[in-house]
């Protein structure tokens, strides 16, 4: 009988097993609860609060599917032999814990600003057990591919480094101008909602609170992408400006005003790798592109987290910015930098990165840094690539960015109105084109003395009243308290002030719309014929805004779900006179393996190749 008992014991768990692998394993949008999508009886936090808008952020986090995998426990698991030093000027490799012999060769590169490498000079070295001498590698800022192999020939290292001499003294203490400048330090976290910052970053959070700081909780996206959002706010264009020729990035506009320009991130599917030419001072991305290229190692089931020699891509990027660190004590500079490893990824992965940051301002602090440099830490849209944006949270989350602007005290006393404006937009709707300019009023300080900022209110309300007003509005000014999506610049798909009702899928209208969607795609990919022409395959949600009023206007959000290729799509279809789409196509699920037929990043995740 004991035995009978055993057998059934194990007879359930192993049907609950079953149970929960196939439920566990059914696509969460599947499973949307369409009845009630918004989570309820959650603790919530008010995001933005005007008379137009108001939108809440859910402390608790959505039901979701985490990864298989525990991300905390992944190391670069091979040695690190060599690391960078320079001494008076000169630059060394300095060997760590070597215990065999191994023969080097290294390759000092140069980038012709195109992002390809060209080696200038290759050399070789010899290292012995114990060795401790550093070897001389040359001078001044330096990129070193070096690979090293052991007596049998096989290689045991390879790694890239990155040369950084600290700044020569300033010969003689600068005449200060009478003007005193700003610094700006672009801090971004990639795929972080404000909500996920609440959640994971703890510890940097009460860090910030005792520095000078605004939290723009109604920061919102205004396009699909990182490179979308990104650009916006680095140039002011509107998405569908293709022209890149004519923009004018942020980093041109300071080294125009003489400042020091930098830029790092640690991918090399980087924001730069987008555009054509050299655009700053500092660059790290020449040294992760040769990282890429000859290198990388994963240590993720998906391939996303890289190392180089011993360290993560992302080490190498906060080595970067600790190097300029002697640089942007000094002087001024705009300086961008950007992580995306594994936070772009996974959920739960920005834990990790709670102390790094704490650290990382505490290091700018030290340096007074943070006395001459008004930073922004943020983001450019929530998760996109984990299933966590299948829930109707995530999907909010995923337009609600990151953004935290952390200032000197002096600017408080300085320009009173200015920053009690930027306090007052707490909880406006605010978007990358709004911090366009109210980054280049960091270049014209004297835009936010009392009197000026007074006569641009003035202006800005007499907009406002003739209905003029502009899409850009600087945070040093009072964003209007009226102030809606399409003012903004929001589309409808990534705007949350809606009232939504929820619409049956088999409705003749929501299906028709659904096409519509379904055609667009196919109209874009056209001038593409490696990939197929897509079919609607079902609808899986829609959305009727509701724009109050006797409004001639319908507008619906749509999520459907195309074949072939089970690609799941979001956007949002206008009804008036003609159809038309009114947000960027949005690509919902996963496209790994079937868009290798085309190279356009956008295209890619419309694509399901022949
Ligand atoms: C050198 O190796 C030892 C043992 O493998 C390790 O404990 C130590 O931390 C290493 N030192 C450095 C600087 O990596
Ligand atoms: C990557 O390496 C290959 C082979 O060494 C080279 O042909 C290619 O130009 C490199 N790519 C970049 C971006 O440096
Ligand atoms: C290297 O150093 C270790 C510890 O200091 C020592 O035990 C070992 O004998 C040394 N090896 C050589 C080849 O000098
Ligand atoms: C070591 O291997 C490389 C290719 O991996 C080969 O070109 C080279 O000749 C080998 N050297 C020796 C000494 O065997
Ligand atoms: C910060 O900067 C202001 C203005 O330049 C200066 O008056 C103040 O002494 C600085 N504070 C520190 C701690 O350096
Ligand atoms: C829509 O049609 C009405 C009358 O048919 C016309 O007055 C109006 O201008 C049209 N609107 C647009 C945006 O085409």
């Not at 060997?95 to 070789?124: A, M, V």
């Not at 001459?372 to 849209?381: E, F, I, R």
Request: aromatic share 12%.
């Amino acid at each position: 009988e004991v035995k009978m008992m055993r057998y059934l014991r194990h007879m359930f768990i192993f049907t609950g097993v079953l149970f929960l692998m196939y439920f566990g394993l059914q696509p969460l949008d599947e499973l949307f609860e369409k009845k009630s999508p918004r989570p309820s009886g959650y603790w919530f936090m008010p995001l933005v609060e005007t008379s137009k808008c108001n939108v809440k952020g859910y402390r608790n986090i959505a039901h979701y599917r985490s990864t298989v995998e525990n991300v905390f426990h992944l190391h670069c698991d091979r040695p690190q032999f060599l690391s960078p030093e320079t001494r008076q000027g000169v630059n060394f490799l300095v060997p760590i814990n070597i215990s065999y012999d191994l023969e080097c060769s290294f390759w000092i590169l140069i980038s012709d600003g195109q992002y390809k490498n060209r080696y200038l000079h290759k050399g070789s070295f010899q290292l012995k057990p114990n060795a401790s001498e550093g070897i001389r590698i040359g001078k001044s800022l330096q990129i070193v591919r070096v690979l090293c192999k052991d007596k049998r020939n096989i290689t045991q290292y390879h790694d890239v480094h990155y040369f950084l001499p600290t700044p020569e003294p300033l010969e003689e203490a600068e005449p200060k101008s009478s003007a005193q400048k700003l610094s700006v330090m672009v801090i971004g976290i990639d795929s972080t909602s404000q909500m996920s910052f609440l959640r994971n970053f703890r510890l940097l959070k009460l860090h910030l609170k005792r520095l000078p700081h605004t939290h723009l909780w109604g920061y919102t996206r205004i396009g699909v992408d990182r490179y979308d959002n990104i650009k916006a706010f680095l140039t002011g264009d509107e998405i569908n400006k293709h022209d890149q020729q004519n923009s004018q990035f942020l980093w041109s506009l300071f080294e125009a005003a003489g400042y020091r320009t930098v830029y790092g991130e640690d991918s090399a599917d980087s924001f730069l790798s987008r555009l054509d030419g050299q655009l700053m001072e500092f660059n790290l991305q020449p040294a992760i592109v040769e990282m890429d290229n000859h290198t990388r190692y994963s240590i993720d089931l998906n391939e996303k987290i890289h190392c180089t020699g011993g360290r993560k891509f992302s080490e190498v990027l906060h080595d970067f910015i600790y190097k300029m660190v002697s640089y942007l004590k000094d002087s001024p500079a705009f300086s961008f930098f950007w992580e995306s490893t594994g936070v772009e990824e996974y959920l739960e992965y920005s834990q990790f990165l709670d102390v790094t940051y704490v650290k990382l301002f505490r290091q700018l602090k030290q340096h007074n840094i943070l006395n001459n440099t008004l930073v922004l830490l943020m983001s450019a849209h929530g998760l996109r690539k984990d299933t966590y944006r299948m829930s109707y949270q995530g999907l909010q989350e995923e337009s609600q960015p990151l953004l935290m602007a952390i200032y000197p005290e002096w600017l408080t006393t300085q320009y009173p109105q200015a920053i009690a404006n930027l306090k007052e937009n707490s909880k406006k709707l605010v978007t990358p084109f709004d911090l366009h300019a109210t980054v280049q009023d960091v270049l014209h300080l004297e835009e936010l003395e009392n009197l000026q900022v007074l006569k641009r209110t003035v202006r800005l309300m007499d907009a406002e009243t003739e209905k003029v007003l502009p899409q850009a509005i600087s945070l040093f000014l009072p964003i209007p308290d009226t102030r809606t999506c399409k003012q903004a610049g929001i589309p409808s798909l990534f705007c949350l002030c809606y009232d939504l009702t929820e619409l049956p899928t088999d409705d003749s209208l929501v299906v028709q719309c659904s096409r519509f969607l379904i055609q667009s795609i196919n109209k874009i990919l056209r001038p593409y014929p490696q990939c197929q022409q897509l079919q609607l395959y079902t609808v899986l949600v829609a959305q009727y805004i509701d724009f109050g009023g006797d409004s001639f206007v319908y507008e619906l959000i749509l999520r459907v779900k195309a074949s072939p290729g089970d690609g799941v799509f979001e956007s949002s279809v206008r009804l008036s006179n003609q159809t038309y789409l009114t947000s960027p196509i949005n690509r919902v699920n996963r496209y790994i393996g079937k868009s290798h037929c085309v190279s356009d990043p956008y295209i890619k995740t419309l694509c399901h190749c022949d």
